[in-house]
């Protein structure tokens, strides 16, 4: 494979290390400060970076998936990620601005409009991670319905993989929801027009009428059509069922090389129906002692459903390079630790990549389906004018 890579980072608190925050390069004082956020999305986009990612979900964090862990030595609550997006987006100027926003108990109305308005905030940068939230601990927020607990380590059985499959069914429905929203403007629905008193064109306006076993939502949405006209949808996923959601850009978790290769293999069989892009997802330490120390502190060695390296930049470079013979388009990037990690990624992995001739110099495009290679976005309701 000869083309460029793409690559993002993914932004969690002081780091995807539980005890990072109390490493001495971290900045535990700041985590709920806008500057805080606004310096690392600056430092990413020092380093041309296509995107960033801000998790987020409907719990504290917790190192079990049943409640509560009840350590009181890791990072707990977040700031909301699309209202970061959102302060952040106007001081930026190419980087593009990826919140997550789960998709379980959540309106697609009020997503559709949430994730308009941040591309139109960021002028054609916004994206989604669409999330599923699973844990019933979750679902008690809300108290429309509940969910059945299940055991992680017990994933195999049937009633576990008809909720998973459940879950998924919806947050596809989500999605298809959202999307239909953002056609529901076409591109040249506001007239604005003084003189005649026009402010739209009503028939560029659709009902999306959409009737599903998990939504029926009729439409118009009230923002107009982003300037994207679709802003990128990302997820995770680690099953086929993830894989079909229908996003734009899917991040996967190899272990290796050849799980890389077969990843990706079966990603695309999917044709049409799977993702444009397939990122893969590294957890990176670029201080080789580093996390040794924070193993440490946190009593444990961490682990994570996504490969894990430790070492210089030049080896991940070579981790990078070799994983893109697969046909990986593209990496998102876990820091272990804020902000040394990014850092390092930013003014040390990049200058290393671009040297080899595997990443832009530059930005080159306005928005993130530019940065990306992505298609304009075709509206599924405007109509196409016949000519004789």
Do not use: C
């Amino acid at each position: 494979m000869t083309g460029k890579l793409h690559l993002a980072v993914a932004l969690d608190g002081a780091g995807w290390h539980p005890a990072a925050w109390r490493d001495p390069s971290a900045l535990p004082d700041e985590l709920f400060s806008p500057g805080y956020w606004l310096r690392l999305v600056r430092l990413a986009e020092r380093g041309n970076l296509d995107f960033v990612t801000i998790e987020d979900a409907l719990g504290l964090q917790s190192g079990r998936y049943d409640g509560l862990d009840g350590r009181a030595d890791h990072v707990k609550g977040r700031l909301d990620a699309l209202l970061i997006a959102a302060r952040v987006a106007p001081v930026t100027t190419h980087i593009g601005l990826v919140p997550t926003v789960t998709v379980t108990h959540t309106e697609p109305f009020h997503v559709s409009t949430q994730l308009a308005t941040l591309d139109h905030l960021s002028t054609g940068r916004a994206g989604w991670r669409a999330q599923v939230s699973g844990r019933p601990a979750e679902a008690g927020h809300f108290g429309r319905r509940t969910l059945p607990p299940f055991d992680l380590d017990h994933l195999d059985e049937p009633a576990t993989q008809a909720h998973i499959a459940e879950l998924f069914a919806e947050a596809a429905d989500h999605i298809e929801v959202v999307r239909r929203l953002w056609d529901s403007w076409e591109d040249d629905a506001e007239i604005r027009d003084v003189a005649t008193g026009r402010f739209i064109d009503r028939d560029k306006l659709h009902y999306i009428d959409f009737t599903g076993r998990h939504f029926s939502v009729k439409g118009p949405s009230i923002t107009p059509r982003p300037p994207q006209g679709q802003p990128v949808v990302t997820a995770l996923a680690h099953t086929r069922a993830g894989y079909e959601l229908g996003t734009d850009v899917l991040y996967v978790t190899p272990s290796s090389v050849a799980d890389a290769a077969g990843i990706v293999t079966e990603v695309r069989s999917l044709g049409p129906l799977g993702p444009a892009k397939v990122f893969a997802d590294v957890v990176v330490f670029l201080d080789p002692d580093r996390k040794a120390r924070l193993d440490a502190l946190d009593g444990a060695e961490y682990t994570s459903d996504a490969y894990v390296y430790t070492g210089d930049v030049a080896g991940l470079a070579e981790l990078l390079l070799s994983w893109r013979e697969t046909g990986i388009d593209g990496f998102r990037l876990r820091p272990g630790a804020l902000p040394a990690d990014l850092s390092a990624i930013a003014y040390d992995l990049v200058p290393l990549l671009q040297a080899e001739g595997a990443f832009r110099s530059g930005y080159t495009a306005t928005t993130l389906r530019g940065h990306l290679g992505l298609p304009a976005a075709q509206n599924r309701y405007a109509r196409t004018e016949v000519t004789a």
